[in-house]
């Protein structure tokens, strides 16, 4: 069984930075793609950017040019970095992981954007 585990929220005001982590029990190897994905309250999640077997990455427009998704595997561990960070960029941020036919997803860490 796979567990991810994401960590690196916090509180951060609006122009600032900060990096998520998404730590896997397991090897990350043999998932075709990984990504990131936030739900603000009231709102559906929605996809942040993802990276699939290859290296190749797809952003959200709303992130594209301050976000950078990466993956390094020999350390079962993805990243987002994001940068010039937005109130609007607030919400509960999730590591998601694809294997096959099985989503598996992180709990989540928070993520807020305010002075």
């Known amino acids: 069984q796979v567990q991810l585990v994401e960590s690196g929220g916090g509180l951060v005001q609006p122009g600032g930075s900060l990096r998520l982590s998404c730590a896997a029990s397991g090897t990350i190897f043999s998932f075709s793609g990984m990504g990131w994905f936030r739900q603000a309250p009231g709102k559906q999640r929605e996809l942040v950017a993802a990276i699939i077997t290859g290296g190749n990455t797809n952003y959200a427009d709303s992130v594209k040019g301050r976000f950078t998704i990466s993956r390094i595997n020999a350390k079962n561990t993805v990243y987002l970095q994001m940068n010039s960070l937005k109130p609007e960029d607030t919400a509960v941020y999730y590591c998601?992981?694809?294997?096959?036919?099985?989503?598996?997803w992180g709990q989540g860490t928070q993520v807020t954007v305010s002075s």
């Open positions: 998601n992981g694809v294997r096959g036919a099985t989503n598996y």
